[in-house]
């Protein structure tokens, strides 16, 4: 019905049969409460079927305590979507999709995230696809007016349990007292970072090339760097865990991340000696994409395994989970394909006894979509969070309960869409760059022939 007017008609005329109807009709009918809900609930301020892309913008806040584009997709009706890049990627990954999204009914998600997802790849450069995926639910769940975990399907769980770790220290004293602290302020379940960066000076415990860097953040690969642990530098991780296992006590989960770059029989004899404190998950230790060499590691040690926080789209997970190379698969719904995809992914696990527990490092926009997708996926286990010695974090958004992380669980929030707005005096307290949602006209026309087969 492409006529304006003859649309306007056949409306005037449904209403004017419903009227007659109403005065006529046995009154059982108009009592349905279920009508009375679905005419109440309809969002008259939008005609879904007519909605279209119009623009596509960010806003870079920083310290949050990551670096997080905020981006926003405005309809022809008002409307508008909320997304984020993810953390410490750059904003660019969602501008050049904006040429491929103008005229778009955001509604369709689906369809626009398989048109896009040829942008993405591994970890950040998966940023821009899944922050506008986001958005795109924000959207659809506003103009129909339902929260997103609704259009997923429903939700499994009104509260979203939380992990969090703390700032590292070399003294395992201190350390303990940091997770704690954490344990103290609510928190159900707890992770800390275990590097080989925590010995750096101390002697005898690691066994490595002259000059090899032990920094987390080395580009060389765990099983290309030749770095070993002793016996004494397993032993001083262990007691790193001890001391922790004492101030927090046995019963609560306790995850463990960021090895360094140690071979994989390091990671083997660290896993083994660990055991007696039953660790929730050992984090990364390798590369996820050494499928047999995680197997190895998994099968040789009696603690859980988990990686994922890197990987776009379920087929890297798929892999992971069939051949029990992992014992939990951790996507980042900001790299791993959005909403939608991560929800796949925890139904995929599903079917091979994988839980799912979600990376997040983010503002509470992608904070937000973790949650609807946590509430709506079984298999779910526990969510990060980096942000909770940020004291202005939660007032980023409104419309959610705050504090956002409270006792170590968020509430899902029943709002249509993500259910956040944002607070725009808070934003523009943290902006990284100057530009707050400013117009974006240079990237209406990128293209590229986008086809990728022939
Ligand atoms: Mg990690």
């Known amino acids: ?93 969602a501008l050049m999709l904006k040429s491929r999204l103008l005229g778009e009914n ?103 090339p002259k000059g090899a860097s032990l920094a987390q953040g080395d580009k060389t690969q ?3 760097t030749g770095i070993e642990l002793t016996e004494k530098g397993v ?7 001890a001391t922790v296992r004492e101030q927090v006590a046995m019963e609560i989960p306790l995850s463990a991340d960021h090895f360094g770059h140690i071979g994989v029989n390091s990671c083997i004899r660290l896993g083994k000696a660990l055991e007696k404190y039953n660790m929730a998950w050992l984090e990364d230790m390798i590369p996820w994409n050494y499928t047999e060499l995680l197997k190895k590691i998994s099968d040789a040690v009696n603690i859980p395994l988990a990686t994922g926080e890197d990987i776009y789209l379920k087929e890297g997970f798929a892999e992971l989970a069939r051949a029990h190379a992992v014992d939990i698969v951790h996507p980042d719904l900001a ?62 958004v409104a419309g959610v309960e705050k504090p956002i992380v409270n006792h170590g669980f968020i509430t899902v929030p029943e709002k249509p869409g993500l259910g956040i707005t944002l607070n725009d005096d808070v934003m523009k307290q943290h902006l990284m760059e100057p530009g707050y949602f400013e117009p974006t006209p240079q990237w209406d026309k990128e293209r590229a022939n986008d086809r990728l087969w022939s």
């Open 1 to 93: 019905m492409s006529n304006p007017t003859q649309r306007f008609s056949r409306r005037s005329l449904l209403k004017t049969t419903l009227s007659t109807a109403a005065v006529g009709v046995a009154s059982s009918f108009w009592a349905d409460e279920s009508l009375v809900a679905y005419q109440n609930n309809v969002n008259t301020n939008s005609r879904p079927s007519d909605l279209k892309i119009t623009d596509l913008r960010v806003a870079t806040i920083w310290k949050a305590p990551m670096i997080c584009p905020v981006i926003r997709i405005d309809t022809n009706q008002g409307v508008y979507g909320l997304g984020e890049v993810r953390d410490g990627a750059s904003k660019t990954y």
């Open 106 to 208: 955001p509604c369709n998600v689906d369809k626009i995230f398989r048109k896009i997802k040829q942008f993405g790849g591994q970890s950040r450069q998966a940023g821009g696809v899944c922050g506008v995926e986001m958005a795109l639910w924000d959207i659809a769940g506003k103009v129909y007016n339902v929260p997103v975990y609704q259009m997923l399907g429903g939700k499994f769980r009104d509260k979203i349990r939380c992990y969090a770790d703390t700032t590292e220290s070399p003294d395992p004293q201190v350390y303990g007292n940091r997770l704690r602290e954490r344990r103290d302020q609510g928190f159900t379940w707890l992770k800390m970072d275990l590097g080989i960066d925590l010995m750096e000076k101390v002697p005898g415990t690691i066994t490595a």
């Open 222 to 224: 765990h099983m290309f």
């Open 235 to 241: 032993d001083t991780m262990v007691q790193y865990v």
């Open 335 to 396: 790299t791993s394909g959005g909403i939608l995809e991560t929800k796949k992914i925890g139904d995929m696990a599903q079917e091979y006894g994988v839980p799912m527990a979600m990376h997040f490092a983010g503002s509470p926009v992608s904070c937000m979509a973790n949650v609807h997708c946590a509430a709506a996926t079984e298999n779910f286990l526990v969510l990060e969070n980096h942000s909770v010695d940020v004291p202005w974090w939660s007032d980023l």
